[in-house]
């Protein structure tokens, strides 16, 4: 039980110092809004600390609340981002030192609980679920901040990191054999409502790319003319292409005849041999039927990532149960952007398919729906309310993503329209008859 603590006690003061070095620009970059669809960063920091003070110590702890006056101005449901800067938020100042005091409060809670405890608290306090809820929920605001800063346009967090070199040999496609698999987990302690109950699906074979789709076929697609040929987009998709009136991926310019990109501040080419991001679910979808493919479902995808069909059995990432590191994965901004196509061989799945964790998020096909028998847990706000058919479902995880959030069950959503996150996408095709 002690090495459980230790390992929260890491992840609790990890995730901090990436939130405040996220947060270490001058007082007014922190309290402007960047854009309408973020938050200020400000924001962002207090309400990580509001959250880390309901969950822990009120709800699980049962502190008495430290600052209930606070509570409405850093709950995401009642004020839009848009709106955020209306609102009374605490500066940067008082916003450290208020999560500070939550924290120092947070590690007695820490100290004090029985991760095993039986009682009334038990689902919260059972493996220390509700210190995972809030240390993955800071990490998921943390790539929400690198987002903000992106938007900016502010120098200072190009981290161009020492990823290993791609390579260009291997299959365009692997191949998923029909049958059942394991969809979703009942065992991951720290997994969310919606990755829950573990459920068998029964899909048809399929083929489904090996590797994300890279910026130099995706840069074939806009010579081609993708952009303004509505055969290869949804009725909404078009309507999007046309009112908008993008042309590429978000950051995107052509100059001299060749592609540019802005990354934290800095004009450079675009790499070629990089998976392309910032793409919205509309582009993504256009550029699979430009291919002659489709998007994978969420299940496919979920399938060829992490099911190990020699042992019938869900792996916990695509190769398996050891945690991610350089060798496998691009993530925990290690660098800012996605490694070369083809860098992590080590890091494949059971069939064959690479970089299905880390570099992107993913696009799937799917709306964000409930897997059967379903329960909301701890609250019908993390999930439940954006069931339905609004939000287009992303996996994997991006470089921005840390560890700590990321798995082969786990379930991102965001409108088909959104590009400033970090999202890329994969192909798939039904097997021929």
């Not at 039980?1 to 901090?16: G, Q, S, T």
């Not at 110590?57 to 101005?73: C, H, K, N, V, Y």
């Not at 302690?189 to 910026?215: C, F, K, Q, S, T």
Request: negative net charge.
């Amino acid at each position: 039980m002690n090495d459980i603590k230790e390992r929260i006690a890491a992840e609790l003061i990890a995730v901090r110092d990436r939130s405040l070095t996220y947060t270490e620009a001058e007082d007014d970059l922190l309290v402007r809004q960047h854009s309408p669809l973020m938050s200020p960063l400000v924001w962002d920091l207090a309400h990580v600390g509001n959250y880390e003070e309901l969950w822990v110590l009120r709800e699980a702890g049962g502190i008495t609340p430290l600052r209930p006056e606070i509570d409405d101005i850093y709950d995401a449901f009642k004020t839009p981002r848009k709106d955020r800067p209306t609102l009374p938020f605490l500066g940067p100042a008082e916003a450290r030192r208020y999560i500070e005091g939550v924290r120092g409060r947070v590690l007695d809670v820490l100290d004090a609980v029985n991760l095993e405890d039986a009682g009334e608290h038990a689902p919260l306090h059972r493996d220390g679920f509700v210190f995972g809820l809030v240390i993955q929920h800071e990490h998921q605001h943390d790539e929400t901040m690198l987002a903000t800063l992106q938007l900016s346009g502010q120098p200072g967090l190009v981290r161009d990191g020492d990823l290993p070199q791609g390579r260009a040999d291997g299959p365009e496609e692997v191949y998923v054999p029909a049958g059942t698999f394991l969809m979703g987990t009942g065992t991951l302690p720290w997994a969310y409502d919606n990755e829950r109950p573990a459920h068998r699906v029964d899909l048809p074979g399929y083929w489904i790319d090996r590797l994300p789709v890279g910026n130099r076929a995706y840069a074939a697609f806009i010579e081609d003319g993708g952009y303004d040929d509505p055969r290869w987009w949804t009725p909404e998709g078009w309507g999007w292409r046309r009112n908008s009136g993008v042309s590429a991926p978000l950051f995107w310019t052509r100059e001299g005849g060749a592609w540019w990109r802005t990354r934290f501040g800095r004009s450079e080419p675009v790499p070629m041999d990089e998976p392309v991001q910032h793409v919205s679910w509309y582009e993504a979808d256009a550029y699979a039927r430009w291919a002659g493919k489709r998007l994978p479902t969420e299940a496919e995808w979920e399938k060829a990532c992490g099911w190990d069909p020699a042992a019938e059995q869900a792996r916990r990432y695509p190769w398996g149960e050891r945690n991610p590191g350089p060798d496998l994965a691009n993530l925990g901004h290690r660098a800012a952007h996605p490694a070369p196509l083809g860098a992590y061989p080590a890091g494949a799945s059971a069939y064959g398919a690479e970089q299905m964790v880390g570099d992107v998020w993913e696009w799937t096909g799917s709306w964000f729906q409930p897997y059967p028998g379903f329960r909301s847990f701890p609250y019908k706000e993390y999930s439940e309310v954006f069931f339905g058919r609004e939000y287009r479902v992303l996996r994997g995880g991006s470089w921005a993503a840390d560890p700590a959030a990321v798995r082969t069950t786990f379930r991102n959503w965001d409108y088909p329209i959104r590009r400033q996150i970090f999202t890329g996408f994969r192909c798939a095709r039904s097997e021929l008859v």
